[in-house]
């Protein structure tokens, strides 16, 4: 019974890992607001949107999404009005007992400059 009860413990850790393993996808509804007109370039940005993976496998908190690192891009330069040249990465961050599973938006804001 010992046996059983070892493959089951694995069978669970697995389930749960493939849960949590999954990758986002870049479905967005858009990182720009109608009205461009006028705008300028405001300079580089980085969003990141992150879920922290206690023991490596059990998540906690809201998983990461494109759009939530979208609008953390999007904040970093007061006027922004929308964003060009984006990438959007993963990125695994390992520390000792957890992980940070994040989703990374690289891009140039453009909007009106404030002084």
């Known amino acids: 019974m010992g046996r059983m009860a070892n493959w089951s413990v694995v069978a669970l850790v697995l389930a749960l890992a493939g849960c949590t393993s999954v990758l986002h996808g870049t479905f967005v509804a858009s990182s720009y607001h109608r009205g461009g007109d006028g705008a300028a370039p405001l300079g580089a940005v980085e ?3 992150c ?3 206690a023991l490596y496998l059990f998540p906690m908190g809201e998983p990461p999404t494109t759009q939530q690192a ?3 891009a999007k904040r970093v330069h007061r006027g922004t009005r929308f964003l ?3 990438s959007i990465d993963d990125e695994t961050l390992w520390h000792v007992g957890y992980a940070r599973q994040c989703i990374v938006v690289r891009a140039t804001a ?3 400059p404030h002084s």
């Open 110 to 112: 453009w909007g009106t």
């Open 51 to 53: 879920q922290t993976q």
């Open 47 to 49: 969003g990141r949107s």
């Open 84 to 86: 060009a040249d984006i």
């Open 70 to 72: 979208l609008d953390a």
